[in-house]
């Protein structure tokens, strides 16, 4: 929060500069807004990772004992719309080794459960309400704080500052004055009270910042302003590739669960082709019923191997959809991202898309959500867990160390005190309007700030005072 070089109850040296007070200040307030979001991020993210990386998304996994022959996938459906009467189909997801059960996905009574099945017996082991587990409730708060839309703007704001305060935070620790780099880039351990806490906050902080920013460029571009609007919007898989097949009016998010990330960065907004035409190219062998077996058997033969989904035609328009990614969880190599739709009525290959189809910032993101959610194996699941530790502990050492700052009057916020030349503010605003064009939700954010810090309150000698 703070990596500040003087305490500000004391009288700046000249070294600290007017441009160092103007960077300190923007730390300070950045901070004040981003730290509980950067807490509560890394907090569900620890929850997320244990189970991306070290369970199941859907809970502790559950292993079966492995056997000669495995039912028909068929069979397996039948055996969980028996337990569950009245329920609809939605997915099929195969087992991704043989010591690991087969899971569907139903919709019973307006929400999803996913069940756990026995490939071998197709006996049910398992009923998870796949809308209400840990995982999910994780990644609904690490997403919208449960509060919909305005969550979501919330926390795009506090990402947008997290990039202020990882600019200001280096420009603060940069080496200068005869100070040289090991103190920036290796702790002194041997100091004390705020001194030893400052020395790691900047140790960790410059460590860790490049890596920050990847997670929070890569967390903004899902954001539903500057993600939805602006990037992705752009940068989505072009259904112009496929102007030879009907499209839908829903698209691949439909696919997902409600309220969870499940499908690729660049797939999300492409629409979704529909059956009943004769488009497309040959796919199932003519004459052959077109069932969850039959696809299936297609999807194996043309190299669907471990674990991918197959999510069946929810109406007579609808698609058999192949799948296998990282986004999903089920593969380690983004670069093998492969998605597939099967006309329901003719068995015809009607779309296809694969990494290589991606554009050059959704690549970016296929890899980048797989590092950010921990996908590519353990050793990103465990590198995961060493950065949200790092980032709580940047969190609690800037709020100890603004504790440690504080004058024995409690009442006083204790902010930086404001640069008093007035042509660097200017630079300041010019900066600020960067971000704004950049970020927007950030930037309006810090363009308001900077009215009200530099208009308002050097107006108000009492609550500046109660500021500074």
């Known amino acids: 929060m703070n990596t500040a070089q003087k ?13 160092h007070l103007l960077a300190w ?86 929400h999803v459960e996913a069940v756990a099945v026995n490939p071998y017996t197709s006996e049910v082991i398992r009923t998870v ?13 690490h997403g ?12 795009e704001i506090a990402a947008g500052l997290g990039i202020v305060l990882i600019v200001t935070g280096v420009y603060m620790a940069w080496p200068r004055a005869g100070s040289g780099w090991r103190q920036v880039l290796v702790p002194d351990l041997s100091a004390r009270g705020r001194a030893w806490w400052k020395s790691l906050h900047v140790s960790v902080a410059f460590w860790m910042g490049l890596v920050l920013t990847f997670f929070l460029v890569t967390g903004l571009s899902w954001a539903g302003v500057w993600g939805s609007k602006f990037v992705q919007a752009w940068s989505s898989f072009p259904a112009a590739k496929w102007d030879d097949v009907p499209k839908s009016d829903a698209t691949h998010a439909a696919l997902a669960t409600p309220g969870l990330k499940e499908v690729p960065w660049g797939l999300e907004q492409t629409p979704l082709p529909v059956s009943g035409s004769a488009a497309g190219k040959p796919g199932l062998p003519a004459g052959q019923p077109v069932n969850l077996d039959t696809v299936d058997a297609y999807a194996r033969s043309i190299g669907f191997a471990g674990q991918f989904h197959i999510a069946v035609p929810q109406d007579d328009t609808g698609v058999y959809s192949i799948s296998a990614d990282s986004m999903s969880g089920d593969l380690s190599n983004p670069t093998g991202d492969r998605f597939l739709h099967i006309d ?19 690549k970016f993101m296929a890899v980048g959500i ?42 006083r916020l204790v902010a930086p005190r404001a640069p008093a030349d007035a042509a660097l503010w200017k630079t300041g605003a010019v900066v600020m309007l960067v971000v ?12 308001g700030v900077l009215l009200l810090d530099g208009l308002l309150l050097s107006r ?5 005072q109660r500021l500074n």
């Open 25 to 110: 200040r923007w730390h300070f307030y950045a901070g004040l807004y981003v730290v509980p979001f950067l807490l509560m991020l890394a907090l569900t993210g620890l929850v997320m990772v244990f189970f991306t990386g070290f369970q199941n998304r859907l809970g502790m996994t559950i292993d079966v004992v492995p056997q000669a022959q495995t039912a028909t996938v068929g069979a397996q459906a039948q055996a969980v719309l028996a337990r569950l009467p009245g329920a609809q189909l939605k997915e099929y997801i195969s087992p991704k080794n043989a010591g690991v059960p087969a899971w569907f996905a139903v919709k019973v009574d307006g």
């Open 436 to 447: 704004a064009l950049a970020f927007p939700l950030s930037g309006a954010v810090l363009v």
């Open 460 to 464: 108000l000698p009492a609550l500046r």
């Open 344 to 362: 329901r009525h003719t068995g015809r290959v009607l779309a296809e898309a694969s990494f290589a189809d991606y554009s050059p910032m959704a």
């Open 144 to 155: 919208t704080l449960l509060i919909g839309d305005a969550g979501d703007w919330l926390i």
């Open 129 to 141: 309400d796949k809308e209400n587990t840990v995982f999910a409730w994780a990644e609904k708060i």
């Open 370 to 411: 797989a590092l950010h959610q921990g996908d590519m194996g353990l050793w990103s699941a465990w590198l995961n867990v060493v950065f949200c530790l790092a980032v709580v502990f940047l969190c609690v050492s800037g709020i100890v160390m603004w504790w440690k700052r504080r004058p024995a009057n409690a009442g």
């Open 7 to 19: 305490d500000v109850a004391s009288p700046p040296t000249v070294s600290l500069g007017t441009f």
